[in-house]
């Protein structure tokens, strides 16, 4: 049994459940792996702060 298959197909039943697009729920569950520490990647925390950081770079008046 190919597994994609198998995960492919179950993102398709759920996001049909939950009335939303299959790459807008594959991407919730790779976000939310991520954040767990399942997958490698820049958590949603890590991705706040950076853009926090770089919000206050611009608002300091000096050249970015």
């Known amino acids: 049994m190919n597994v994609r298959r ?6 398709k039943r759920i996001a049909d459940q939950l ?4 790459e807008a729920l594959r991407g919730w569950v790779k976000r939310a792996e991520t ?9 949603s925390a890590e991705a706040a702060r950076k853009q926090s950081w770089n919000g206050s ?3 300091c008046g000096g050249r970015t």
């Open 19 to 22: 009335d939303v697009h299959p």
């Open 35 to 43: 954040d767990e520490g399942i997958v490698p990647g820049t958590t």
């Open 57 to 59: 770079r611009r608002n």
């Open 6 to 11: 198998v995960w492919a197909g179950a993102i």
